[in-house]
């Protein structure tokens, strides 16, 4: 309060002046703290009551990361764009949720699933719980061709970044390489 009081043009038996609550309200807004600031006047006689009415920007106190095995806890975060002390904002759950499922794709994991959960855990602070279930890493066994009668099935495999697993080696399943490798294989014919 005595941050939002120091910022303020207008004050307590000053005439009222419409331009500097206006002043007043975008100081305000330049604070960063607040989503949403309206200035109410209540006539009292031959006085004015001067209001200003203010959203808090909800923060979030806690990041929880549950379930994840495969992958440390730093480098999930490093994917997440929101963090302790930022703002909170409803509309990026989607953003994360995609930013974790590519980078468990990424590390050869296409099965995951990612839940999002925000709580209220005082009156502008949030706790985000991801909720990350790995399911098993996804490997390519083998890479057969069905109906290749112009080229050789080892010559499309000789064109493909996808390779297929061997021992330990290889055979990360990866949507993009795959959807290249289509490409390479229509260029060809």
């Not at 309200?25 to 009551?49: P, W």
């Amino acid at each position: 309060e005595q941050l939002v009081r120091s910022k303020l043009e207008v004050q307590a038996g000053q005439v009222y002046n419409p331009r500097a609550v206006s002043r007043d309200i975008r100081r305000l807004y330049e604070l960063g703290f607040f989503t949403h600031i309206k200035a109410d006047v209540v006539e009292q006689g031959s006085k004015l009551d001067l209001t200003y009415i203010v959203t808090e920007k909800q923060v979030i106190e806690k990041v929880l990361i549950l379930g994840n095995k495969k992958i440390k806890d730093r480098r999930v975060l490093s994917t997440l764009s929101m963090r302790e002390g930022d703002p909170f904002i409803p509309e990026a759950y989607e953003e994360e949720r995609k930013a974790l499922l590519d980078l468990y794709e990424g590390k050869g994991f296409a099965n995951t699933t990612v839940d999002v959960v925000a709580e209220r855990v005082g009156p502008s602070r949030m706790r985000l719980t991801y909720s990350i279930n790995e399911g098993k890493k996804a490997k390519i066994r083998s890479i057969s061709f069905v109906g290749n009668d112009v080229l050789s099935g080892r010559k499309l495999r000789k064109l493909m970044a996808t390779k297929r697993a061997w021992w330990f080696l290889g055979g990360k399943y990866e949507e993009d390489k795959l959807e290249y490798d289509l490409q390479q294989i229509l260029d060809n014919y």
